[in-house]
């Protein structure tokens, strides 16, 4: 994608924000406008703005706290736009949804031109100097996470120190996909799709008051019993998945390892993006999935499991609403839904 691609159709008014280099603290280790682009995808690898391009100083001009959300359902080129932006901002951050994109992955690519694949990496990545922040919000599916960080660090982009997963995010279990794909065959009557990601068994686990947080894994002692708790109220709900001690043991096993890997990874970021507010560090938030998705405002009942829309920002970040200032809404030349749900516009008859 070039800047080329984009076309800004409001005429928002605001004052650029000069830029800092960035630095943080991890206490853990030591008036609103809207703005309407059009992306479409292109030749790897993106072009960055120059002072001479026209569209720079519109860009630069961005609110302290910027968004960017999908309009319609989902493969809008969202990852493609942020790679671009993230050059004008400090930090980059994701506030819900997990590593559930119902199209092959969100692909972007590095200065040779190679396509990189992520789905819980914010795609800031690929930007030296940006921080990328996993919020509260998102659902986390650590042995995809640990993929997604050793394809980076092979195809040399370094993710040590430059990415942070909050300890309040809601921990995805393989179990959590196992229980997506049998709730599935038990809805399939009703043409009910899910992507089989295990995102909304492990929101329901949340909601339920007997998830496991990213921040649990600094408690290796309370963890199985925790996970205990999980798994056989798992077994209870499907007849046909089966739990016993041997299964928790690789679990917490499983999960001990984990914990050691990322022990610096994890972070109050509620504490680090507020911070980063206070000394006016610039900071890009990125949504999955999008807004007819949206658990309220989109096609109920088939929705995702959080709220990809503005209103997901605050709580998914756990900052405060006066802050956030431009969004930038990603639409597309002609519309495509994954899985099931109404589609006015689809296009019947045989492939």
Not at 69 to 97: M, P, S, T, Y
Not at 107 to 130: F, M
Not at 233 to 259: I, Q
């Amino acid at each position: 994608m070039s800047i080329s691609s984009l076309r800004f159709d409001s005429h928002a008014i605001c004052t650029p924000q000069p830029q800092h280099p960035f630095t943080f603290h991890n206490p853990f280790c030591s008036t609103r406008n809207t703005v309407v682009c059009a992306a479409k995808p292109v030749a790897p690898p993106p072009t960055k703005l120059t002072a001479a391009d026209p569209l720079a100083s519109r860009i630069q001009s961005l609110s302290q706290v910027s968004g960017v959300l999908g309009c319609q359902w989902g493969e809008e080129g969202k990852g493609k736009l942020v790679d671009i932006l993230a050059n004008h901002f400090e930090i980059v951050a994701r506030f819900q949804g997990g590593a559930n994109a119902g199209h092959p992955k969100k692909r972007i690519y590095n200065a040779e031109g190679k396509n990189l694949a992520l789905h819980l990496v914010p795609s800031g990545i690929l930007n030296e100097d940006t921080l990328c922040v996993i919020g509260n919000g998102v659902a986390v599916h650590l042995p995809e996470l640990c993929e997604e960080i050793d394809n980076l660090e092979s195809n040399g982009v370094s993710c040590k120190g430059r990415i942070l997963i909050s300890d309040r995010a809601h921990l995805l279990f393989n179990f959590h996909q196992t229980m997506d794909i049998l709730r599935e065959d038990e809805l399939s009557k009703y043409l009910f799709r899910t992507t089989k990601r295990g995102t909304g068994p492990c929101y329901s686990s949340k909601v339920n008051c007997n998830g496991i947080r990213v921040g649990d894994l600094r408690y290796m002692d309370t963890l199985p019993q925790k996970l205990d708790l999980l798994l056989s109220d798992a077994a209870s709900r499907f007849k046909n998945y089966t739990y016993g001690p041997d299964v928790l043991r690789k679990e917490v096993e499983k999960y001990k390892r984990y914990a050691e890997r990322l022990e610096l990874y994890i972070a109050d970021t509620v504490h680090v993006l507020n911070e980063a507010i206070a000394q006016k560090k610039k900071i890009l938030v990125e949504a999955g999935q999008s807004t007819m998705l949206d658990m309220d405002f989109g096609t109920y009942p088939f929705v995702t499991s959080s709220s990809p829309s503005a209103g997901g920002i605050c709580t998914g970040l756990g900052i405060g609403p006066r802050i956030v200032g431009d969004l930038v809404g990603v639409v597309k030349a002609y519309t495509t839904r994954v899985d099931s749900g109404p589609f006015p516009t689809e296009i019947l008859g045989p492939e």
